[in-house]
Structure formats: structure tokens, C-alpha cells
């Protein structure tokens, strides 16, 4: 079935720093790929999506590609902030026609002043 | 303001006491659905609802009941609450069954002891 995989956290880095995120998914078909942010205390907001193949959805400062040759969809951010500290999901549209998105485990980013 | 909105945002409750968590939705949206959330497997799917009066199950359906009498609300009802199902639950609309974005409430942790 299908799934995503997220590196595992949490990820500490200091402010301006470059963050990496990796997520990778097995899919049948060509399901639309997103990342969802949750800050601490609040519920899940999008953060970029990407709807086909070498698509990339930016946001924010972060950027992933959407790369079906390596079923991959890694989180980029040039120089990270103390705002940015939260928990980063990577998900896939089902395509079952449910309205289901499947998510990795997520990963906790903390960035430190 | 496009949003979904849960309550309560936190219960405290024993084991057996029957309780609902309300989740309305003001974007006309014809998918809705339940997540709970875990520590290490992200979210997982409940229950979805494709439109008003059609419900299914979805991932993790054990313990739980929906209904969706109205398009906007779509409140899950746990009968007889356990302590397994200690969890941080969401709420989460989207316009179309496959390919699209959810958007999702504030979250409600539920404690069962």
C-alpha cells in the first residue's frame, strides 16, 4: 500500500542554518504530495504542495521538489529561524477517492538562537 | 474565516463514559474526516464522510462513530471510551476525494483514565 517515511528527528540546528528534511513514499499511481507544519498547541497547516512530477511547491522560504525517480519530496530551507521550530509532516494524497492523506511519522525541528 | 472548528480542545474522562467531539466546517467542503495522532506513526485515519448521510471507516476505526447529518458538522462519538484511545485528534475537511489538500482543526487531546 502506499506510505511515506520521514528521517527521524528531532532535528536541532541553530538560527540561519540549512535544513534538510528528508521524506520518501511508495505510491501507485501519481498522488499529489504536501507538507504540513504544526506549531506547538495548534493543529496542521499546509505548508507547499506539489501536484505532479519535477513540481515544486515553495513557501515561507522552504522548498521541496516533487521527484518520482526517487519517490522523494525533501524540505529545504536556506537559513532557518527561531519561528520556524515545530513538527514538519510529509504526506500523500490516497487516491481511493476518500479524501485520505497518508502521513510519515513527522519530524520535530527545533532551532536554537 | 475559512475554517474547521473543533471542541472541546481538551477532555480529561474515565474509562466507559461516553463522549462526542464536535468538528464544524464553514467552506462548503463535501469530504470530511478524523485523524488521530501518535507519537512516531503521525496521523492516522478514523472515519471519512464523501457527503451528508455517506460514511465509511477508515485506518483505525475500532472504538469509534461518526455521523454526518448536516454538510458542515461531522462529529465523532466514542461510545465507551478506553485508555488506548488516549490521543490528540483532528478534524479535517477537504473540496474533492482525491488529489486535494485537507484543512484541519485546532486538534482535541483526549485523556481516558
Known amino acids: 500500500g502506499n506510505s511515506v517515511t520521514q528521517m527521524e528527528g528531532p532535528v536541532t540546528l541553530s538560527e540561519e542554518a540549512f535544513l534538510t528534511i528528508n521524506c520518501t513514499y511508495t505510491a501507485t499511481g501519481y498522488p499529489s504530495l504536501f507538507w504540513y507544519v504544526q506549531y506547538p498547541g495548534e493543529g496542521l497547516q499546509l505548508l507547499l504542495k506539489a501536484t505532479k512530477a519535477d513540481d515544486k511547491g515553495s513557501n515561507k522560504g522552504f522548498e521541496a521538489t516533487y521527484r518520482k525517480e526517487t519517490t522523494s519530496f525533501h524540505l529545504e530551507k536556506g537559513s532557518v529561524q527561531v519561528s520556524d521550530s515545530a513538527v514538519y509532516f510529509c504526506?500523500?494524497?490516497?487516491?481511493?477517492?476518500?479524501?485520505?492523506?497518508?502521513f510519515g511519522q513527522g519530524t520535530t525541528l527545533q532551532v536554537k538562537p | 474565516e475559512a475554517q474547521v472548528t473543533q471542541n472541546p480542545r481538551y477532555l480529561i474522562t474515565v474509562t466507559g463514559k461516553k463522549l462526542t467531539v464536535t468538528c464544524s466546517q464553514n467552506?462548503?467542503?463535501?469530504?470530511m474526516s478524523w485523524y488521530r495522532q501518535d507519537p512516531g506513526l503521525g496521523l492516522r485515519q478514523i472515519y471519512y464522510?464523501?457527503?451528508?448521510?455517506?460514511?465509511d471507516k477508515g485506518d483505525v476505526p475500532e472504538g469509534y462513530k461518526v455521523s454526518r447529518k448536516e454538510k458542515r458538522n461531522f462529529p465523532l462519538i466514542l461510545e465507551s471510551p478506553s485508555p488506548n484511545q488516549t490521543s490528540l485528534y483532528f478534524c479535517?475537511?477537504?473540496?474533492?476525494?482525491?488529489?486535494?489538500?485537507?484543512?484541519f482543526g485546532q486538534g482535541t487531546r483526549l485523556t481516558v483514565v
Open positions: 467552506m462548503n467542503h463535501e469530504y
Open positions: 479535517a475537511s477537504s473540496p474533492g476525494g482525491g488529489n486535494t489538500e485537507a484543512f
Open positions: 504526506a500523500l494524497s490516497d487516491l481511493s477517492n476518500t479524501g485520505k492523506l497518508i
Open positions: 464522510s464523501m457527503n451528508v448521510e455517506v460514511t
